[in-house]
């Protein structure tokens, strides 16, 4: 592919080399004068006769398709005289359209093939994924369309971004001035030393100076701005999505993923706008001013510095290569060092326990110390190519200052001249640089945008509530033929062709061994899933029927792990309910038996909890999940295994509430819970479906799997129950 590729270029380069010798041979034979001019027209109707004729020798060379940067080359290759001539009479103000500009000799020939080839290597060592086929191409355009998007999302703020951009454009301009004036105040003082033009150039240097510092930092200050408001905005929008996708999506997803597109890559994809687009714009415009009045004071020396551009992206491309290795491995070795010190830290009372702090502690001293091994050899790396950079710059400025040396002896630039020339030169190759990186970080920043997007669009796998809000819900709850798997194990059913009827007034035991499908049918019916096969109904309708805040108002869970959220006790008991007395929130503490620890907590209804709940004993959690369940009232109530942390007296509570609430659907998972045995109806389930049910006692009299697990189970209970009456 490479030789195909080299030999396009050498069969185009031996070509162009015939047909100037043609033109000149041509030239002498019919006498022409040397140093004669021709007209502007003839150079460009020359250039284009020239570009067809290449163009179509790359094509049949390339077998009928030649590479983009091929003909970008050709182009270049042919055009530039033309286009340099035209800008360079323009400039000079040679007058009217019949300008006559000179015929190129060989070295300007020869010349314009070292800046084309250039050029295009430059292109191509910066841009490689750009040339590789419609791989690249699709990617490319891919990139461009999440960008569009993100600008899109950047609309509302379109005015902190225009008076950005007009601070960014003064600023750049008035930057681009001061090396003009500084070249005319050294002129100024090297020659015929006038003071009304040297103060006036002193005064210019102050002026743009101060208006170019002005407007950079009123740049940077709008673009800071909308970049925040931007993130604010995407934040807001990314979490209100994430909170509305099905349970499954978070079991399959992990949240450390789902953190990291919250907060670094909205970040990441609002800089793609603001922080990159000026870069790029000031880049951009910085490039081509610069390319122009460098040009305005020598081409020569213009030409002289297009050498150090492919240079500089060949050592970034050999660095990056490396670098993007190295900052993976990095990554790696850091993420191990951040999971040794959590699991450690999380974890502190085993690791007390067990009195492994040394153990702990070289841990995760070996895991930094392999983090700082790999940051060494990258930074080592950084080293060696900044060393290698400024050679390169510092060789091209050498060249450049003796080549200019010889410009100023021979009349063609002043001392001043030169000296700006430097100014501008060194400012370009900043420039350059900087568009070179922006064009990586910004495809980048779209592979942040398109993580983030991925989420925003996602339409959550179940199907959405309903707006079913009958006034009157009488609470009969159907689980009917329901065969359902969980997302991250679809080939194992956690429920197989399960019935079950939760009929109100009545409470409902689920019972049954470790991983029969007890904590899988509360998923459903909560909704949290959705089953593969069968149907879950309230009142003889589909849940989803119902509209979603409705349907969690009248039906509340208690969970084996309750979790609580950081706050005062009393937000966590009204959590989700709007103006919730307290009153109310008292009355179902007192439910709880939640009342009393609470009122001896330092500032009662309103001490902070900790961070889920962290203050509390899981006890105490338990009973405050539970009054946040009863304050609901609600018509459904679903325990899950929620007396494991009970004391005595809170269970004795919970029998109350549970016996006590007329015409209330109530369902409890239980393994040792002394109210099964009170239930209307116990369901035994095994392996995701139900082996028998009935009351306790037609159960014990059937001598079934029931009777056997509670001989087994309960016993414990019963002789710890026993002993404490007999202590009473
Ligand atoms: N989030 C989950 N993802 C994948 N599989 C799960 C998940 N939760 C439960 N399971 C599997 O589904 C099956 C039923 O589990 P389930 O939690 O419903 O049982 P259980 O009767 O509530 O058990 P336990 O009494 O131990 O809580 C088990 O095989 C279990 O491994």
């Not at 010798?21 to 002498?28: N, R, S």
């Not at 070292?114 to 791989?135: I, N, R, Y």
């Not at 305005?296 to 213009?302: E, I, N, R, V, Y």
């Not at 470790?514 to 998923?523: A, E, L, P, R, T």
Request: aromatic fraction near 8%; glycine fraction near 10%; charged fraction near 20%.
């Amino acid at each position: 592919m490479a030789s195909a590729g080299m030999r396009a270029y050498g069969t185009v380069l031996s070509c162009d080399l015939i047909l100037w010798g043609v033109l000149w041979g041509g030239l002498v034979l019919l006498g022409w004068p040397s140093g004669e001019g021709v007209a502007l027209g003839w150079l460009w109707a020359l250039g284009a006769g020239r570009w067809l004729l290449l163009h179509a020798v790359s094509v049949a060379t390339a077998g009928g398709r030649s590479r983009p940067v091929l003909r970008r080359w050709v182009a270049t290759l042919c055009l530039l005289g033309p286009a340099f001539e035209s800008g360079k009479a323009a400039l000079q103000r040679r007058g009217s359209p019949g300008w006559s500009v000179p015929l190129p000799d060989p070295g300007v020939v020869a010349l314009a093939a070292v800046a084309a080839s250039s050029a295009c290597l430059f292109w191509e060592l910066t841009f490689p994924e750009a040339e590789s086929g419609t791989g690249g191409g699709e990617k490319r355009q891919k990139a461009w369309a999440l960008f569009l998007r993100v600008v899109r999302y950047s609309r509302p703020d379109a005015l902190h971004l225009g008076a950005a951009f007009l601070f960014l454009t003064l600023a750049v301009l008035s930057e681009m001035c001061i090396p003009y004036y500084t070249g005319r105040v050294v002129d100024l003082l090297g020659s015929q030393y006038q003071h009304s033009s040297f103060l006036s150039a002193i005064g210019f240097m102050a002026l743009f100076s101060f208006s170019s510092s002005l407007c950079a930092g009123l740049r940077g200050g709008m673009f800071m701005c909308s970049l925040s408001r931007l993130n604010r905005r995407m934040r807001h929008m990314l979490f209100h999505s994430l909170v509305q996708q099905e349970i499954g999506f978070f079991e399959e997803t992990k949240s450390g993923s789902l953190t990291s597109r919250l907060s670094s890559d909205t970040d990441k994809m609002g800089r793609s706008v603001a922080m990159n687009m000026n870069v790029l714009v000031r880049s951009t415009v910085k490039v081509l001013g610069l390319l122009g009045l460098m040009l305005g004071l020598s081409w020569h020396l213009t030409v002289l510095t297009c050498v150090e551009m492919p240079l500089l992206a060949l050592l970034q491309n050999f660095y990056n290569a490396r670098a993007q290795a190295l900052g993976q491995q990095l990554q790696d070795c850091e993420a191990e060092a951040r999971a040794v010190a959590a699991s450690a830290l999380g974890a502190v009372r085993t690791v007390r326990s067990f009195g492994a702090e040394q153990a702990e502690a070289r841990r995760y001293q070996e895991a930094v110390g392999r983090t700082r091994a790999v940051q060494t050899r990258k930074d080592t790396l950084k080293a060696v190519l900044l060393l290698l950079r400024r050679l390169v710059t510092v060789g091209v400025k050498v060249m450049m200052l003796i080549y200019g040396r010889r410009l100023i002896a021979s009349g063609q630039l002043t001392n001043g001249g030169l000296l700006a020339f430097v100014l501008y030169q060194k400012d370009m190759a900043t420039s350059t640089r900087q568009l070179v990186s922006i064009c990586g970080e910004m495809l980048n920043c779209t592979g942040a945008a398109s993580k983030v997007f991925e989420y925003l669009d996602r339409k959550p796998r179940e199907e959405r509530a309903g707006n079913l809000e009958p006034s009157r819900l009488e609470g009969r709850l159907t689980l009917r033929d329901v065969t359902f798997s969980y997302p991250t194990k679809p080939d194992a059913p956690a429920l197989k062709g399960l019935s079950l009827e939760l009929c109100p007034g009545k409470m409902t035991a689920l019972v049954g061994p470790s991983g029969g499908g007890k904590s899988s049918c509360v998923g459903l019916l909560e909704r949290f899933y959705e089953p593969h096969e069968g149907q879950v109904l309230l009142d003889g309708l589909p849940l989803h029927c119902y509209q979603h805040r409705y349907l969690h108002n009248k039906m509340a869970m208690v969970s084996q792990d309750p979790v609580l959220f950081s706050g005062s006790v009393r937000d966590n008991i009204a959590y989700g309910l709007e103006d919730c007395s307290l009153e109310r929130i008292e009355r179902a503490a007192r439910k709880a038996n939640a009342h009393k620890f609470i009122c001896e907590l330092e500032q009662g209804y309103d001490t902070d909890v900790g961070e889920c709940g962290g203050c509390l004993s899981a006890g105490q959690k338990q009973c405050i999940a539970i009054a946040r369940a009863l304050v609901r009232e609600p018509q459904i109530l679903i325990l899950d295994e929620v007396t494991s942390c009970l004391d005595l007296d809170t269970q004795l509570a919970m029998q109350d509430v549970l016996t006590g609430s007329v015409g209330q659907t109530v369902l409890v998972v239980a393994h040792r819970l002394k109210t099964v045995e009170q239930a209307d109806r116990i369901v035994f389930l095994e392996d995701g479906a139900v082996v028998e049910q009935g009351t306790h006692q037609q159960l014990m009299a059937s001598r079934g799997r029931y009777y056997r697990l509670r001989e087994k189970l309960f016993s414990d209970l019963d002789s710890a129950g026993d002993s404490l009456s007999g202590a009473g």
